[in-house]
């Protein structure tokens, strides 16, 4: 049963310092999503990729948030330096999608950062 | 205005009940249709996809009427297991397939 995999699952940082969040999608899907979630703002789409190229990180705040892709099985998310209100759970899903259209995406278990 | 809207309830019911959840959107490129159900500090999980012609799985029927750009969620009998966020989900694929999320409604379906 193939799973989007997430690290770590819970973090807990001091408010300045790094986080770097991992995800490792589906075998062969070729789009990777970053969501961020709370309470108060629902599920945002913060950034996604397609075969490793970024198409859209307009719901990133650039100038302490980063994405990549290094390679087709690693997708990371990097707040730096981190805030208090960037306490959140943040969600990676993967799915498959082609020139006409898209699959659905399945979720990874997420991110649960809290920064004091 | 939200790209999707969904009444965010909570909607409470007794087990055994029939409960309806609509949903509008307003991208007319929208292609593409999902209802995912979230139970409370988990991922959102897939729970079917929705086609203009209706579609039903077991307790579950979804429908989509593009006219009026909205989609709907029906839940016959119940269950205690059901309570949970069911969240909303559009494609838009002029966007790179882009999925915009609903805020999601909460259902909790009482003994």
């Known amino acids: 049963d193939a799973r989007v995999t997430q690290t770590p699952r819970h973090k807990v940082t001091e408010m300045g310092q790094e986080v770097t969040m991992r995800c490792q999608p589906i075998l062969g899907h070729n789009t990777v999503f970053w969501y961020r979630q709370t309470m108060m703002q629902g599920l945002e789409l913060l950034a996604y990729?397609?075969?490793?190229?970024?198409?859209?990180d307009s719901g990133m705040p650039k100038d302490r948030f980063s994405a990549e892709m290094p390679d087709a099985t690693l997708a990371t998310l990097k707040i730096q330096p981190s805030e208090p209100r960037d306490s959140a759970v943040y969600f990676c899903?993967?799915?498959?999608?082609?020139?006409?259209?898209?699959?659905?995406?399945?979720f990874g278990p997420g991110t649960r950062l809290t920064v004091l | 205005r939200k790209e999707v809207e969904q009444d965010p309830g909570p909607f409470n019911v007794p087990e055994g009940a029939t409960v309806a959840f609509n949903c509008t959107y307003s991208?007319?490129?929208?292609?593409?249709f999902f209802w995912y159900r979230q139970d409370c500090r988990k991922e959102p999980k897939l729970l079917m996809s929705v086609y203009s012609s209706g579609n039903e799985d077991g307790r579950f029927t979804a429908q989509l009427n593009r006219a009026s750009q909205y989609i709907s969620l029906l839940i016959r009998d119940s269950k205690l297991s059901d309570s949970a966020t069911y969240l909303c989900v559009v494609i838009l694929y002029n966007q790179g397939g882009k999925l915009i999320f609903g805020q999601g409604t909460e259902l909790s379906v009482k003994p």
């Open positions: 990729f397609r075969n490793r190229a970024p198409l859209d």
């Open positions: 991208n007319s490129a929208s292609q593409s």
């Open positions: 899903a993967s799915g498959f999608s082609w020139a006409s259209g898209t699959d659905t995406q399945y």
